[in-house]
């Protein structure tokens, strides 16, 4: 092996390091998250310690990974057992972290992983080209961290905290607009990207003014949208769910009390017959609480069964449709705004769209942030609302939506589409392993989690699906 070969290996295996310890580290934050959101504690303070006899746990204690291997699984104080889901945590993001990084960018060109894994690399991420897309990198990992603490929260409490799946979003909408902005400046060698495309993700071509607008009037409509809620003019919806709750426990209650009343009554050899037979046909007004639930917390998403069951799923749309008005209203009046302002028309001729003047970079990288937040969470609302009027259940939850939302804004609304189809391939995956594995998980699952590895399925298939595309229908077939 040549000496540059050699050193260069040795420059991507400190970077891998890096990296892992970039995602150990992430890891180690989303284990805390995972313990303490769903617990309504806050983050940053107190610091760690240890959840047995609370003492402080030291900085070395704190290392990902290796503090757990160091400690043996075990507190120092009070050698009460310490969960090896912290260490597996930490340990699967880094590895999840790596596994990108070595996607992104060893496996291009003369690595001994071979030819066969370059399909796997996207057009933007060529080999030593990490000077010119880390930006995007650190967006992709942190969109992945974000989504890995989602489904772990998610699959604890069947909620997805609504400020994790702000994360990706606000992230994606600094970091790529300025990054487009860095390199659209005078003299800059620009990004690499996919054919066809301005942007590592979809973006809107600088010409077209009418999804810029379009882009604009949505994320709008959304703030109005939110302010109409804070003010009270639109409801929030499942506002009154905790209330039918307590209302449905309380009669389910009474009515097992009427029942052992009645039972004791049964018991008595003076009892009136014709009493004891009003009384035991009463039920519980709900068929879905089960004399068996556990009793409720006071978060109503810790019963999934009595969720379901709340009878006004479809009324509530209703008020989500309200709430999505002035969205759809303002995406119109943006896109007749652009087209009419912008001057944009197609030249038949030449296949292709024109404006007055082409938008700056930032900004069509901008609207793609905003396209990919409205249609990544549009399409799971869509089906919600629509699922929902159907059954007359709730159908997808509003965590499902921001979810997805986060999503296309980091990765583009391409990805999202394609993340939110692909779970229902991971969900039916799933649900066949719990057949194989004789029903040993048979715990009922929400949607979050099957939405995040589609996701991150996608990411790492998209290159390969498009090959595979492209040697199916012979013509080249590039996304974003
Ligand atoms: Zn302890």
Known sequence: MPQYQFLQWCLYALWALLVFAYGACLGSLINVIAYRMPKGISIVTPP???PACSTK?????NIPVLGWIALRGRCRYCKTRISPEYPIVEAAVGFLFVVFYVIWYVVPGTSPLGGALNVLTPYWAVMNDASRT??????????VASLFAMTL???????????????????????????????????????????????????????????????????????????????GLVGRSFADYAEWEAKAKASAQTADAVGTAAAAQQDQPNADAAQITTSTPTTPPSNSAPP?????????????EMWMAYPHARREMVRELAFLAPCVLLMLVGWYAGRH????????????????????????????????????????????????????????????????????AALGWIMATLGFFGAAFVGIAWALLGRLAGGGFKRMLPYGPFLAVATVLVVVCKPAVEWGLSHLTGQPIRLP
Not at 134 to 143: A, D, K, N, S
Not at 164 to 170: D, G, S
Request: aromatic share 14%; with cysteine; net charge neutral.
């Open 341 to 408: 302002f912008g001057g944009v028309s197609y030249d038949p001729i030449f296949g292709a769209y024109s404006a007055k003047a082409a938008a700056p970079l930032w900004l069509a990288v901008l609207s793609g942030v905003f396209l990919g937040y409205l249609i990544g969470g549009g399409v799971v609302w869509f089906v919600r609302i629509f699922g929902s009027f159907a059954f007359g259940k709730e159908a997808m939850g509003l965590g499902d939506v921001h979810m997805m939302a986060g999503v296309g």
């Open 292 to 304: 068996s639930s556990p009793p409720s917390s006071a978060d109503p998403n810790a019963n999934p």
């Open 134 to 143: 880390w930006p995007e990198f650190v967006v992709l990992l942190i969109l």
């Open 153 to 231: 929260v998610d699959a604890k409490t069947f909620t997805i905290p609504i400020q994790l799946t702000w994360v990706p979003a606000i992230v994606a909408a600094v970091v790529y607009p300025l990054h487009a902005a860095w390199v659209s400046r005078p003299g800059s060698f620009g990004v690499r990207t996919t054919p066809g495309w301005n942007w590592m993700i979809a973006c809107p071509d600088v010409t077209r003014w009418d999804w810029i607008g379009l882009s604009l009037g949505g994320m709008l409509g959304i703030g109005i949208g939110l302010l109409l809620l804070r003010t």
């Open 57 to 61: 746990l030291s900085w070395r204690d």
């Open 48 to 50: 760690s310690r240890c």
